[in-house]
C-alpha cells in the first residue's frame, strides 16, 4: 500500500460475463476509510456487476482488488 488507509483499492479491474464482452473495463478507484462514496450510472451500465465482483460474489478477469491493503 502507498502509505494512506484505504478501505477499498481496485487496479485496472476488468470483468465480462463472457470472453470478448466486457462489464466492467479497466476501473480503477481508492475509497479511504472512513469516506463516503456514491455509485452512479445508467440502467444496465455495470453498477450492480462491479459491486458484486468487489464483493467476491463474481471473480475479475484481470486487475487486483485490495481490501484493507490485502489483496
Do not use: C
Request: proline letters at 3%; hydrophobic letters at 40%.
Amino acid at each position: 500500500m502507498n502509505g494512506n488507509t484505504s478501505l477499498l483499492r481496485t487496479e485496472n479491474l476488468w470483468f465480462g460475463y463472457k470472453p470478448g464482452s466486457w462489464v466492467i473495463r479497466d476501473i480503477s478507484l481508492d475509497l479511504p476509510e472512513g469516506g463516503l462514496a456514491m455509485l452512479m450510472g445508467q440502467s444496465a451500465s455495470g453498477k450492480t456487476t462491479l459491486l458484486k465482483v468487489v464483493g467476491g460474489f463474481l471473480q475479475h478477469n484481470r486487475g487486483k482488488i485490495f481490501l484493507f491493503g490485502e489483496e
